[in-house]
């Protein structure tokens, strides 16, 4: 019955499983956001070369 308890009580795989969930809720969060992020870097990006060619 002890080891029972103690495999009960034993939480090793739930730091595993919230990095899982933290990883799948980015994932999406990128596939949904997907064209807006791609717009905001270019625009960085392109903000970047303009004033790199001004230096």
Excluded: C, H, R, Y
Excluded at 14 to 38: C, D, P, S, Y
């Amino acid at each position: 019955m002890s080891e029972l308890q103690a495999f009960w009580n034993e939480e090793d795989g739930v730091g595993v499983v919230e990095v899982i969930l933290i990883l799948l809720v980015l994932i999406a969060l990128v596939l949904i956001f997907k064209e807006q992020l791609t717009k905001v870097v270019k625009s960085i990006l392109a903000k970047v070369a303009s004033q790199s060619n001004s230096v």
